[in-house]
């Protein structure tokens, strides 16, 4: 039974481009979220533009797409929340399109 699982996780995998069974929370790892949020936190999060080039940067050298709009309004909210781990993971998690 595991060895039929395997060859269908593989063959998702290989398909797709992706591993179907990796979930959202799966996608960053919390060290890098507490170094985003840190340089998030360092530079002051004063401009709204400067922490939505951070988000960006963070997805694009991780292979997302992001759109510019999307991530000036994720920062706001993340701004809004304190840059809450929580919050800035879901932001993340809302903002990385596969490319």
Known sequence: M??????KMFND???TGFD??????????????SALRNDLLQS???DSYEAAQ??????MGRGY????????DAAGRV????????VL??????LAMVM
């Open 44 to 46: 002051g999060m004063i």
């Open 54 to 59: 951070l988000l960006q940067v963070f997805l």
């Open 13 to 15: 995998k290989a398909n």
């Open 2 to 7: 595991t060895a039929m699982l395997n060859e």
């Open 65 to 72: 797409g992001v759109s510019p709009t999307a991530a000036l």
């Open 89 to 94: 993971q879901h932001e993340l998690e809302n």
């Open 79 to 86: 701004e809004m929340a304190g840059c809450a781990l929580p």
């Open 20 to 33: 179907k069974n990796l979930t959202d929370k799966d996608r960053f790892t919390m060290t890098e979220l």
